[in-house]
């Protein structure tokens, strides 16, 4: 089994940082992207940021300057650095991840975490 586990959720004010993190764990082979979603009250579900194994991020143009976007392939873990946070940044955040694992290690597919919830307040 695979899991993806965030942490790093929480309420801020406005103008206020938080981190995000994303470890996934299990018998994972190779993790190709890596990244973000938020899904808002009432709204569907949208990307935030991606990262590809060797680094090339894309950002959502309303998160571009900023949010930032890393990881760490030893340790399987993506973080998401969220800076000048505004109240319409509050939202479910979920990590997800493009995988293999070692019973089928050419196969990919998407796995997602539980989600972490931010809340910014005004």
């Known amino acids: 089994q695979v899991q993806l586990v965030e942490s790093g959720g929480g309420v801020v004010q406005a103008g206020g940082s938080l981190r995000l993190s994303c470890a996934a764990s299990?018998?994972?082979?190779?993790?190709?992207?890596m990244g973000w979603f938020r899904q808002a009250p009432g709204m569907e579900r949208k990307l935030v940021a991606t990262?590809?194994?060797?680094?090339?991020?894309n950002f959502a143009d309303t998160v571009k300057d900023r949010f930032t976007i890393s990881r760490d392939n030893a340790k399987n873990t993506v973080y998401l650095q969220m800076n000048s946070l505004k109240p319409e940044d509050t939202a479910v955040y979920y990590c997800?991840?493009?995988?293999?694992?070692?019973?089928?290690?050419?196969?990919?597919?998407?796995?997602w975490g539980q989600g972490t919830r931010v809340t910014v307040s005004s």
């Open positions: 990262i590809t194994s060797d680094g090339s991020k």
């Open positions: 997800y991840a493009v995988l293999s694992t070692y019973y089928r290690s050419t196969y990919y597919q998407d796995y």
């Open positions: 299990g018998s994972i082979a190779s993790i190709k992207p």
